[in-house]
């Protein structure tokens, strides 16, 4: 009996602090989780007001290169 409870006991508390750390793991994770989609929007939405940028700034290059061309149409 004595053997039992020598044995046994530790090892029904390590079998129990395994169980409680799967759970924290398991929080842990789906934090972790949170916080990376967090940070994928705010790169996503830094990625599209750069590509709005990029967007405005080809359009008046565009716009540029029109009127540069119809004044050496003038000139010429």
Do not use: Q
């Not at 053997?3 to 793991?25: K, M």
């Not at 929007?41 to 080809?58: G, K, P, S, T, W």
């Amino acid at each position: 009996m004595h053997d039992i409870i020598t044995v046994g006991l530790p090892t029904l508390v390590i079998l129990f602090g395994i169980l409680l750390n799967r759970a924290d793991i398991k929080d842990l994770r789906a934090e972790i989780n949170t916080r990376f989609d967090k940070f994928r929007d705010e790169i996503n939405a830094r990625f599209d007001a750069v590509d709005a940028e990029l967007r405005y700034f080809h359009g008046l290059t565009g716009e540029i290169k029109g009127r540069i061309d119809s004044l050496e149409k003038r000139v010429s």
